[in-house]
């Protein structure tokens, strides 16, 4: 069973750094694309940033420069590092798992979320 948990959200002032984390498990994430997405009430869900299984990086446009995907092999782990954060990052932040192989094909899966608020 794949799971993902995320964490590190909080409450941060505007110009301040989070760096948010999203453990996997049933999955390597070396393996796998592993992708951020943000959501705030009303609002579609907004892809942030791509890790891809070769280490390729992609960022959302308001993102680029200020945030940074990573990931942790010995810890199986995804990290997105926030800086120079502003009032309008806040959201849901969610990881996701793309494109695992299964028997039955190929499937994605979630992460619960964190919150992220900045806020002065």
């Known amino acids: 069973q794949v799971q993902l948990a995320e964490s590190g959200g909080g409450l941060v002032q505007p110009g301040g750094s989070l760096r948010l984390s999203c453990a996997a498990s049933?999955?390597?994430?070396?393996?796998?694309?592993m992708q951020w997405y943000r959501q705030t009430p009303g609002k579609r869900r907004e892809w942030v940033a791509t890790?891809?299984?070769?280490?390729?990086?992609a960022y959302g446009e308001s993102m680029k420069g200020r945030f940074t995907i990573s990931r942790d092999t010995a810890k199986n782990t995804v990290y997105l590092q926030m800086n120079h954060l502003k009032p309008e990052d806040t959201a849901v932040y969610y990881c996701k798992a793309i494109d695992i192989r299964g028997p039955a094909g190929t499937f994605d899966v979630w992460g619960q979320g964190t919150q992220v608020t900045v806020s002065s």
């Open positions: 049933g999955i390597i994430v070396s393996r796998n694309g």
């Open positions: 890790i891809t299984e070769s280490g390729s990086r």
